[in-house]
C-alpha cells in the first residue's frame, strides 16, 4: 500500500479533470463528485498511514519513485513522493479536514451558477497541496507551493464580478510571489551547495542512490538558504511582513476561508520550516528569525484581531496570529508543538470558518459584527459549534487549543527563553480574548439585527460536528503532554525536543496559562456580552487607538504608500515615454504620409478634357524631345 | 501624274489639329466623341498615304485594324453617352466628375 501514495494527489485531481470538463452538466451534483475524489483520497491515506505504522518506527520512511523528471548533467529531478510522519501527519489534515469541508461546501454553494468550476478548483487545490506535503524533493515541492497558490488566487476571484475579490485575488498572488521568489533563489542556492534537492542528501539522512557533488554549505551559505526558505514561508502564511494578503482574501467563498486560507494551504509555511529543520538547525541566525517573525506576527495579528469588525477579517488575522505561533515554536526547536498546533488549528479554525458561513447564510451575508448579536436564540446549533471552536482557540482545558498552545507556551519557559514566554504568554491571553470577542458579539448580548436568522440544514452540519468534536479531542488523543503521541509518531522524522528545566515547574506553567484564558474569556464577555460596557462608542472615545487597531497598525497603508507612489510615478513616466517617443515616432511618420499625399488629389479634377490636354501636352513634349534628340 | 505626299499628309494633320480641338473644347460628350473619330481618320489618311509612298499594304493593314478599334470603341463609347445621358438628362462631359480626387 505504501507505493501507492501516489494515488492520494491522483484523486482529487481526477476530480477537478472531470468537474472542469463536466462540471456544467453535472450541477449541483459536481459538489458530490468532488467530495467523494477527496473523500476516497482520504481513506487511501489511512491506508497508507496503517501501512507505515506497521513499521518499526525508524523505518518509518519510504520513498515512492515514479519516474525521472529532468535529467540535464548533474541536475537530475524524480518525481517521487515521501511517505514518513510528518508527510503522512500532513496529507491526513490535508484530506480529513479537506473532505468535511468539501461535504460543507455542497451545501454553501449549491446556488452558485459556477458551482463545477468551484469545484474543479477546490479538488485541484487539495491535489496540489497533496503534492507539496507528500513531495521528496524541494522542486517537487515548490511545483505544489506555486499549485496551491495558483488555486488560491483563482478561489479567492471565485466571485470576479465583485473588483473587492479581483484585486484581492491579485493582491494574494504578487505578494506571495515575492516570498516565492526568494525561496526559489533558496532552492537553486541548496542544488548549489548540496548537488541535489532530494530531502535525503540535502536533509542529512536516508540513503539516497544519487550521488552528492556538493560539499555541503558553510554557516554563511545555510543562514542564506535557510533565510530564504524562510521568506517564501513568510509569504505564504502571512507572516510578517508579507501578511497584507491574507484579510483581503477573506473575498473568496468561505469553504476557501477555512480550507486554504485557515487549515492547510497557509500552514504549508510551517510545514517547510518544519521539513527543512535540519537547514535551519544549521544556522542559529535563521533559527532565531523563525522564533522572532513567529512571536511578532502572533502579536501583532493578536491585536490586530480585537480591532475588526468585519467577522471573517477578526478570523483572518486570528489565523496569522496562530501560524505565528507555530513558527515560534520551530524557531525554538519544538517541531512537534508546531505540528500539534496545525493540527488542532486545522480543527478549530475550520469549524469557525465554517460556522461563520452558516451565520452568513442565515443572515443573508451579513458580516459586520455590529449588526448580529444574540444569534444563539435563532441558531443554537451553530452558536454550540463557534463556541467550541472559539474556547478551544482560546485554550480552554480540556479542549484542543489548550494543549497546543499551552506546550509551545511551557516550552518557551521550559527552554529557558523568559522573555520569549511572557510574550508568549500575552499573545496567548490576547488570543483568548479576541476569539472570545466575535463568539460573544455575535451569539450573545443585545440583538442588534432585526431579520431573523434561519438555521443551516443538517448536511452542512454534519461536517462540523466532526470539526467540532476534533476541536475537542485532538490536544487530549494526540498531545496530552509535550511528548505525546503526535511527537512520539512525528519523532523518526523530528526528533524529540529536549527542554531544559526550570525553576517553576510544568504544573505552575499550566496554571497560569488556564488564568490567562479564564481571564481573557472573562474579560470579552464583560466588556462585549454583560451590557455593562458600552463598546460601540470606543472608536469614539479612542479613534487613534480604534484606528491602529482596525487598520493593523497602518502597515497596509504604509505599503500602498511606499509602492503605490513610486509605481504610479514610474507608470506615468513610461506612459509619456511610450506615448511621445514610441508612438510619436510612428504618428509623425504616418501624419507626413498623409499630408503629402494631400497634394495628389489635385491633378484629378474628375474633368475628362484636362486629362485631354495633359496627353496632348505629354505627347508634343515627347515629340519635342525625339524630335530635338536626333 | 501623282499627287505629292505632302498634300495627304497636310490634310491629315490639319483634321488632326480640328479633332484635338474639338475633344478640348467642346463639352457635349457626342460632340467629343465625332472629334476623336475625326482624328482617328486623320491617323488612318498619313497611314494610307505612306502606304501609297513607300509603295506596299502595311499602312493599308494597320488602317483597317484601326478601323475595327474604332468601330469597337464606338460601340462601347456610345453605350456610356447613352446610359449618362438617360441618368443625368445632359451629355456634358465636364458633369461627369464624380471620380475625381
Keep these: 500500500m505504501l507505493d501507492a501514495v501516489w494515488v492520494i494527489p491522483a484523486l482529487p485531481l481526477a ?44 523505518e518509518r520512511q519510504h520513498i515512492v519513485d515514479l519516474y525521472e523528471w529532468i535529467a540535464a548533467g548533474d541536475f537530475r529531478v524524480q518525481v517521487s513522493f ?31 451558477p459556477r458551482v463545477g ?43 470576479f464580478e465583485r473588483p473587492a475579490a479581483a484585486s484581492a485575488a491579485k493582491k494574494a498572488f504578487v505578494t506571495t510571489r515575492i516570498g516565492d521568489a526568494a525561496m526559489l533563489l533558496g532552492i537553486v542556492l541548496v542544488f548549489v551547495h548540496f548537488g541535489s534537492l532530494e530531502f535525503g542528501p540535502v536533509l542529512g539522512w536516508g540513503t539516497s542512490p544519487s550521488t552528492v557533488t556538493g560539499a555541503g554549505p558553510s554557516e554563511g551559505a545555510a543562514t542564506a538558504i535557510a533565510l530564504l526558505l524562510l521568506a517564501g514561508a513568510v509569504g505564504k502564511s502571512a507572516q510578517l511582513p508579507l501578511h497584507v494578503w491574507l484579510p483581503d482574501a477573506m473575498e473568496g467563498p468561505t469553504p476557501v476561508s477555512a480550507l486554504i486560507h485557515a487549515a492547510t494551504m497557509v500552514t504549508a509555511g510551517v ?27 502572533a502579536i501583532y495579528a493578536a491585536l490586530a484581531s480585537i480591532g475588526q469588525f468585519d467577522l471573517k477579517r477578526a478570523l483572518a488575522y486570528s489565523t496569522m496570529s496562530q501560524i505565528g505561533f507555530m513558527f515560534f515554536a520551530a524557531g525554538m526547536g519544538f517541531y512537534a508543538g508546531a505540528m500539534l498546533l496545525l493540527v488542532c488549528h486545522a480543527f478549530y479554525k475550520a469549524l469557525l470558518f465554517l460556522t ?33 471552536g472559539a474556547l478551544s482557540l482560546a485554550g480552554i482545558p480540556p479542549l484542543a487549543g489548550f494543549f497546543a498552545k499551552d506546550h509551545i507556551v511551557g516550552f518557551a519557559y521550559l527552554s529557558g527563553r523568559e522573555l520569549a514566554w511572557v510574550l508568549a504568554s500575552i499573545g496567548a491571553f490576547l488570543s483568548a480574548l479576541y476569539i472570545a470577542r466575535p463568539l460573544f458579539l455575535a451569539f450573545f448580548g443585545a440583538r442588534r439585527n432585526p431579520s431573523h436568522a434561519h438555521e443551516a440544514p443538517w448536511r452542512m452540519h454534519a461536517p462540523l460536528a466532526v470539526l ?14 509535550a511528548e505525546g503521541v503526535l511527537a512520539r509518531f512525528l519523532e523518526p522524522a523530528l526528533g524529540l525536543a529536549e527542554p531544559g528545566h ?11 496559562s488556564i488564568v490567562l484564558a479564564v481571564a481573557a474569556v472573562g474579560l470579552a464577555w464583560f466588556v462585549w456580552a454583560s451590557g455593562r460596557v458600552d463598546w460601540e462608542a470606543f472608536p469614539e472615545r479612542q479613534p487613534e487607538l480604534a484606528g491602529w487597531l482596525s487598520n493593523a497598525f497602518y502597515l497596509n497603508a504604509f505599503y500602498a504608500w511606499l509602492v503605490r507612489a513610486p509605481g504610479m510615478g514610474l507608470g506615468r513616466g513610461l506612459r509619456s515615454v511610450d506615448d511621445r517617443i514610441v508612438d510619436g515616432a510612428v504618428n509623425e511618420v504616418a501624419e507626413d504620409v498623409e499630408r503629402a499625399s494631400r497634394l495628389a488629389p489635385v491633378l484629378q479634377s474628375g474633368f475628362v478634357r484636362s486629362y485631354a490636354l495633359a496627353f496632348l501636352l505629354g505627347a508634343v513634349a515627347l515629340l519635342l524631345f525625339l524630335g530635338l534628340r536626333s | 501624274m501623282r499627287t505629292p505626299i505632302s498634300y495627304f499628309l497636310v490634310v491629315s494633320a ?40 513607300h509603295g506596299n499594304l502595311n499602312g493599308q493593314v494597320l488602317a483597317f485594324f484601326s478601323m475595327v478599334v474604332a468601330a469597337a470603341e464606338v460601340v462601347v463609347g456610345l453605350a456610356i453617352i447613352v446610359t449618362v445621358y438617360r441618368r443625368r438628362r445632359s451629355a456634358s462631359v465636364d458633369d461627369v466628375s464624380v471620380l475625381r480626387g
Design chain 1, 15 to 58: 476530480g477537478a479533470v472531470a468537474n472542469l470538463f463536466l462540471g456544467r452538466r453535472l450541477g449541483t451534483k459536481a459538489g458530490w463528485l468532488g467530495t467523494a475524489a477527496v473523500g476516497a483520497a482520504f481513506a487511501v491515506t489511512v491506508a497508507v498511514l496503517l501501512d507505515l505504522l506497521a513499521l518499526a518506527g525508524p
Design chain 1, 356 to 388: 461563520s458561513g452558516n451565520v452568513m447564510h442565515g443572515l443573508d451575508d451579513e458580516i459586520d459584527l455590529r449588526r448580529m448579536g444574540g444569534l444563539k436564540a435563532d441558531m443554537p446549533v451553530s452558536a454550540t459549534w463557534f463556541a467550541i
Design chain 1, 82 to 112: 515521501l511517505v514518513d510522519p510528518l508527510s503522512m501527519t500532513m496529507a491526513m489534515v490535508v484530506t480529513g479536514v479537506g473532505a468535511l469541508i468539501h461535504l460543507y461546501a455542497v451545501g454553501y454553494m449549491e446556488h452558485d
Design chain 1, 502 to 512: 526550570a525553576d517553576l515547574s510544568e504544573a505552575v506553567l499550566i496554571a497560569i
Design chain 2, 14 to 53: 490639319m483634321l488632326f489639329a480640328i479633332g484635338t480641338v474639338g475633344v478640348l473644347v467642346r463639352k457635349n460628350a457626342l460632340v467629343v466623341f465625332m472629334s476623336i473619330e475625326l482624328q482617328l481618320n486623320a491617323v488612318n489618311l498619313a497611314f494610307v498615304s505612306f502606304s501609297r509612298m
Design chain 1, 271 to 297: 510545514y517547510l520550516v518544519v521539513r527543512s529543520h535540519a537547514l535551519f538547525e544549521m544556522s542559529e541566525v535563521a533559527l532565531t528569525a523563525v522564533l522572532v517573525v513567529g512571536l511578532l506576527s
Design chain 1, 117 to 159: 468550476r468551484f469545484f474543479a478548483y477546490f479538488n485541484l487545490f487539495v491535489a496540489f497541496m497533496l503534492v507539496l506535503v507528500l513531495a521528496d524533493n524541494y522542486l517537487l515541492l515548490y511545483v505544489g507551493w506555486e499549485g496551491v497558490g495558483l488555486c488560491s488566487y483563482l478561489l479567492i476571484g471565485f466571485w
Design chain 1, 468 to 481: 467540532a468534536a476534533g476541536a475537542v479531542v485532538s490536544g487530549l488523543l494526540l498531545g496530552f503532554r
